[in-house]
């Protein structure tokens, strides 16, 4: 093939490649651009579109500290802000400042596939001149629909995470290129520059992307300190130390921010943290470059003791550097009790639906799975490679640093996978690197040495493509329902949607309802001013009410990043009485709380009297028996169990397809309760009774009720008002009130229920006793 057929065979597989990446990252678009409104693909999107709104109203302000978030005492934002700071000033100059918020959400969700291709050709072409066209190929191919990638930079998924593979990519290119530069001996400020850019980039989008600077920079220091003295290390040294300098003294603005629960230095978050450390690593590599000439034990040696004495100033310095190890692991095996509860912090090996190899294979395909091999082979392949570079004392490695630092990456983003599913998203990069070399080079190339002509070429494709079948088949459990949403929603039929995404959507409208239906509250656009209520719910609804609902909630998808008292109280909430529970909502200024019932902590272990149970199974209301859940087995308990006194029914979301009688949510409004105050017989019972009916449709009775004393009183708090009442969960006109023979009925105002007012009840002590 002469060189015209090769550009136009590059030509036609990029073209090839954008199709096929972008059709495995909008194949689900019937779901996010909906009949009823636009839905994100995942709950962190929701705060990342709250957060740009922001800085798209307040630009350039960036949302730091959050009144909705952690209510009533507000919350630090743990990520950084780049994403949300530069999509808001992407949408400012695409869109104009006028824009509406509908058209800034879709700016904000079309923008992972975007990513997510522009990542896959960037891989190709790194792959195509490091491997060949064929090579290049492949590596697009298989990044384009590995689920793993997709998921993450698929439409609606508007999070840093869409970033991810792009970043490690650079970190791969960048430190490559500097190596090479170095090797070369000329050339080096441009590769030194860009690999400041990424590591300063990478911190300002997500602090996670430690990781991967981590793993190229213990390969580049390896090459700087262990080997013979050669120029080339002293200029690898002297480029990698002004890289890092550089990218401090990018990040100095954010030296000293303290964070109301991490402290002002640790590495989940941005901080002191990041500065520290690229200066540290300057200093140990330009004691490298100083010491380029030495022997390599001398070398070494002043490399550690120059580590030691880092070590110990930054200590004394900073006391918090000591608990950092103890909390990246805390972090990373899943030891607190948030993480783990969130499923992409799962090992990849964990039991899923469908076993743990296929739900492995489903994310990385069986090309993942055999990837320790494929490791072994390409270390073989480097340790092979015949000697490139060997200028006059020039010592230069025997194999491109690209080679070495691919590896690295594959290796570390592999075992951070096993241990959390979600660098699964990163170790796809490597993993179609590592294919593409494959399937690409090596395997052409023994073919080349064993068969003659175009045989070889044959055998190369017919290779590539018995793999790419055999292994890629697990995917298709990923993208087949997807499909077939997509031909349900062409023909006008209902789609069937995931579990959690016919939760999430229930979700997003019972918000939707919120923000109309609720009092509003101040401050969503202004941190300065503190809202006058809050919303509690499953931790895991929090972003979506925040974004959509506009209200502050106590606990959100933060977790325990923003405080324990929180995080404690509101899982206490849920397996509290009601005494207790309203006890807390006065304590945390909660008006509104969501109920639902899941196999989740703190919600799937509850005793009889718990909110959950009365309030979710029991609408709150009296009953003899009640429902409890021990051990992972639901039963009846018998016994008497008192309605609430300060919680009443406001809205019910519609019922869970795969169980109808169980609605997804229900929205209970604490109030303080009408203080009904009434006469009946010494020693009567005075039973209180009122018709509800929700939105659903679905009516049932409420049911309490309170013993005269000896002096012939009767005192009872009620929830629900007959008057003013909030139009959702429609009362009867009155109470039906009866002790003892007689009856009589009792309208309630909505001022009574909500003050606490005192009412005055029937009199019913001319009943018989």
Avoid at 110 to 135: D, E, M
Avoid at 282 to 301: I, Q, S, Y
Avoid at 637 to 648: D, W
Avoid at 740 to 763: F, I, N, T, W
Wanted: aromatic share 10%; charged share 15%.
């Amino acid at each position: 093939m002469g060189a015209v057929g090769r550009r136009l065979a590059a030509g036609l597989g990029l073209l090839l490649l954008i199709g096929l990446a972008w059709a495995a990252r909008t194949i689900d678009a019937p779901t996010i651009f909906t009949d009823r409104g636009i839905r994100p693909a995942g709950p962190d999107a929701y705060y990342h579109l709250r957060r740009t709104a922001f800085s798209f109203a307040r630009f350039p302000r960036v949302l730091e500290h959050d009144r909705y978030l952690n209510f009533p005492h507000g919350g630090d934002v743990i990520w950084s802000p780049g994403l949300d700071w530069s999509t808001a000033a992407l949408a400012r100059l695409w869109l104009g400042p006028g824009a509406e918020a509908p058209a800034l959400d879709r700016l904000a969700l079309t923008l992972p596939p975007l990513l997510g291709v522009l990542t896959v050709l960037c891989t190709a072409v790194y792959a195509a001149r490091r491997f060949g066209l064929a090579g290049g190929l492949v590596s697009g191919a298989l990044l384009a629909v590995l689920p793993g990638h997709a998921l993450y930079s698929r439409l609606g998924m508007f999070d840093h995470h869409a970033l991810e593979g792009l970043f490690t990519l650079a970190f791969l290119s960048a430190s490559g290129a500097t190596w090479s530069a170095a090797i070369g001996g000329s050339g080096l400020a441009l590769p030194a520059l860009g690999l400041a850019a990424t590591a300063a980039l990478a911190f300002l989008f997500w602090p996670g992307l430690l990781l991967q600077l981590a793993l190229v920079d213990a390969v580049i220091v390896a090459a700087v300190f262990l080997g013979r003295p050669a120029r080339w290390r002293g200029r690898l040294a002297g480029a990698g130390a002004a890289a890092h300098a550089l990218a401090a003294l990018a990040l100095l603005p954010w030296w000293g921010r303290e964070w109301s629960y991490w402290g002002d230095f640790a590495p989940v978050v941005l901080g002191t943290f990041q500065p520290w450390l690229l200066a540290c690593l300057a200093v140990v590599l330009a004691v490298g470059a100083l010491g380029a000439r030495a022997r390599p034990l001398a070398r070494c040696g002043a490399g550690a003791a120059a580590a030691l004495v880092l070590a110990v100033l930054s200590a004394v310095a900073f006391p918090d550097l000591l608990e950092v190890p103890a909390r990246m692991w805390s972090w990373l095996a899943r030891t607190d009790d948030f993480q783990a509860q969130v499923s992409e912090s799962l090992p990849l090996l964990a039991a899923g639906r469908h076993g743990r190899l296929a739900t492995a294979a489903q994310l990385s395909s069986l090309l993942g799975l055999a990837s320790p091999l494929v490791l072994v082979l390409h270390a073989r392949g480097l340790l092979r490679a015949p000697a490139r570079h060997r200028g006059e004392g020039s010592a230069a490695p025997a194999t491109p640093p690209e080679g070495w630092l691919l590896f690295a990456l594959a290796c570390g983003l592999g075992l951070a996978a096993l241990a959390q599913r979600r660098f699964v998203n990163a170790f796809s990069v490597p993993l179609a690197l590592l294919y593409g070399w494959l399937l690409g080079a090596a395997i052409p190339a023994w073919l080349r040495s064993r068969v003659p002509g175009q045989a070889a070429r044959g055998l190369s494709a017919a290779a590539a493509a018995i793999v790419g079948i055999a292994s890629l088949t697990p995917i298709a459990a990923v993208y087949g329902p997807a499909l077939a949403r997509r031909e349900a929603h062409a023909q006008g039929r209902p789609m069937r949607l995931a579990p959690d995404v016919w939760r999430r959507h229930e979700l997003h409208s019972l918000a939707a309802w919120l923000r109309q239906a609720t009092p509003p509250t101040s401050g969503y656009l202004d941190p300065g001013v503190a809202p006058e209520y809050g919303i509690l719910a499953h931790w895991s609804d929090g972003h979506v009410i925040e974004a959509v609902a506009q209200r502050p909630t106590v606990v959100s998808n933060f977790g325990n990043d923003l405080g324990e008292a929180n995080w404690r109280a509101a899982a206490r909430y849920f397996s509290a009485g009601e005494a207790e529970a309203s006890a807390l909502l006065d304590r945390l200024k909660v008006r509104y709380v969501i109920l639902e019932w899941r196999p989740q902590p703190p919600l799937q272990e509850y005793g009889p009297g718990s909110m959950i149970a009365r309030g979710f199974f029991g609408d709150g209301s009296e009953q003899e028996t009640s429902q409890r859940r021990h051990g992972g087995v639901e039963t009846r308990v018998a016994g008497s169990f008192p309605a609430f006194e300060r919680h009443r029914l406001i809205q019910e979301s519609a019922p869970k397809p795969w169980a109808p009688s169980q609605p997804f949510f229900k929205v209970y409004e604490h109030v303080a309760g009408a203080r009904v105050e009434g006469r009946a017989p010494p020693g009567a019972l005075v039973r209180f009774a009122l018709g509800l009916t929700t939105p659903r449709g679905r009516s049932f009775t409420w049911r309490s009720h309170a013993r005269a004393g000896a002096d012939g009183r009767y005192r009872i708090r009620l929830p629900y008002s007959t008057r003013g009442a909030p139009p959702a969960v429609r009362p009867a006109a009155a109470y039906r009130v009866a002790a003892a023979g007689l009856r009589a009925s009792l309208a309630v105002d909505e001022a009574a229920v909500q003050e606490g007012r005192r009412v005055r009840g029937p009199d019913l002590s001319a009943a018989r006793p």
